[in-house]
């Protein structure tokens, strides 16, 4: 094997690009079809953006637009903005970058961290609103003499980049294999780039966009026509509007993923496979194994790429908090039997009387515990059930009633659950007629819980 990097590089500048490419075995196993991602996490900015930054600004240069001591302007997710700073520093630049405000927290100083300006903007405003991240940077062109704006949703050195180096990595690595390529678009670039490059080497490989519940571009590339999108949480992918860097035309298919999927598939990669990267990654392997799995073909190559480095999703997508709070995590479900470990530890596991014992006696059990139904075992049997409400009313209305015993006014028998069902399903069983369920657990009763109980878990106390 040929060792990488055997060569010394001038400038970081240089060590962009030639990202390996790595089965993803684990996440994939059971799938005939091998699905690899790109490393563009691997890049020294630690994205795919690296590739673009450099062209973009090297474009403009020749052009004459960007001149010694001129400034860059962009709208961005972040990491664009990296490698665009990258490119920057070496070159005595000034960067100034405008970002959404659902952008995490890492990602806002890591700009700053290589020196660049950031402006925050709202994330819900219309895209032809003046406080629009991509608005607002054009304003700051504007008003910069000397600056010009990356403009990477519009600038075609974007796509372009990928055509140059994102696409034939892939055809190299691959050895011409490669049958399948899935990548989210944000501005397109990656995926339009890299994907006419393979389609014009193979007109047989397919090129699959993925694309953010929310996002407008699915909708955009079969009806041709704009719907209506709604925020979604995953960064750096989808639009609420049509960039021209995507290249429509050699793009096969558009897929839809939702949030929770691509976060989900993120957290595994980094569990699974020691893969740290961030929800964009997620849903183009989600995606990939996916599209692996419908081929189901040991002799296709599906090609993914793995955008960024989850480093700049610690606050978000690899918090537990922020997973629950954004409703992303699959909260674990109750069983009957662990809301009564929650009992308090004095109770008895099963206050119960049996069918001779007297009303009154059973009306005092359930004042001494707190509780208002009290089942009636006849050797650990449950042969009915007896409610507070009811007995009261009827006691009241005939006293004598109290010294009868319970066998002459119980009920009918309360439902009897497993222990390990899910408190959801026993709340559905339960009525004003029947409030309560008994608990079993291997034949045995170990317990009751009622409507309050369920209730009370329900609304999280
Ligand atoms: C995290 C992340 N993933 C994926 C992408 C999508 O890449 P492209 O803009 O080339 O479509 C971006 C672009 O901003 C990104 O920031």
Not at 71 to 78: D, F, L, M, N
Request: aromatic share 6%.
């Amino acid at each position: 094997m040929t060792p990488p990097h055997l060569r010394r590089y001038d400038s970081v500048l240089e060590t962009v690009g030639w990202t390996p490419l790595i089965r993803l075995g684990r996440v994939g196993a059971g799938i005939r079809t091998p699905v690899f991602g790109k490393a563009e996490y691997a890049n020294p900015g630690a994205s795919v953006k690296d590739r673009i930054g450099l062209a973009i600004i090297e474009d403009a240069e020749q052009r004459g637009e960007l001149k010694p001591g001129g400034t860059i302007v962009e709208g961005t997710s972040g990491n664009t903005g990296v490698g665009l700073a990258i490119a920057a520093s070496l070159k005595g630049y000034r960067c100034i970058f405008t970002m959404p405000d659902k952008m995490s927290q890492e990602k806002v100083r890591l700009l700053k961290a290589y020196g660049a300006e950031v402006v925050i903007t709202p994330t819900a405003v219309p895209p032809d609103h003046p406080d629009n991240y991509v608005m607002k940077a054009k304003q700051i062109v504007r008003e910069t003499p000397g600056a010009i704006l990356a403009n990477q949703f519009y600038n075609e050195i974007n796509p372009a980049a990928h055509y140059a180096t994102t696409g034939p990595e892939i055809w190299q690595q691959t050895e011409g294999r490669v049958t399948h390529l899935v990548a989210a678009a944000g501005t397109g670039g990656t995926v339009s780039g890299a994907g006419k490059y393979l389609k014009e080497k193979n007109p047989k490989i397919r090129v699959i966009a993925g694309d953010p519940i929310g996002s407008l571009y699915t909708h955009y590339h079969s009806a041709r026509t704009l719907s209506q999108g709604h925020p979604y949480k995953v960064e750096g992918i989808g639009g609420d509007k049509i960039p021209s860097t995507i290249w429509f035309d050699w793009i096969d298919e558009f897929r839809q993923v939702p949030d929770r999927t691509s976060f989900t598939m993120a957290r595994r990669l980094a569990r699974e496979e020691g893969i740290l990267v961030g929800g964009s990654a997620g849903l183009n392997v989600w995606l990939a194994l996916e599209i692996a799995r419908e081929v189901d073909d040991a002799d296709a190559l599906v090609v993914t790429i793995l955008c960024d480095t989850g480093e700049r999703y610690l606050s978000k997508l690899f918090n537990d908090e922020w997973m629950q709070e954004n409703q992303m995590l699959e909260t674990p479900r109750t069983t009957v039997e662990q809301l009564l470990e929650r009992r308090p530890a004095n109770a008895p596991d099963l206050v119960s009387v049996a069918p001779a014992a007297a009303v009154r006696q059973a009306l005092n059990l359930m004042n001494t515990w707190g509780v208002s139904q009290i089942p009636v075992l006849d050797n650990g049997v449950s042969v009915g059930g007896l409610i507070e409400g009811t007995l009261m009313t009827r006691a009241l209305a005939q006293p004598s009633l109290l010294d009868r015993p319970v066998r002459e006014l119980m009920e009918a028998p309360f439902p009897e659950v497993e222990a390990a069902t899910a408190i959801d399903r026993v709340g559905s069983m339960l009525t004003r007629e029947s409030p309560a369920a008994l608990v079993s657990k291997e034949g045995k009763l170990i317990g009751i819980v009622s409507r309050y109980d369920v209730l009370q878990q329900m609304i999280g106390r």
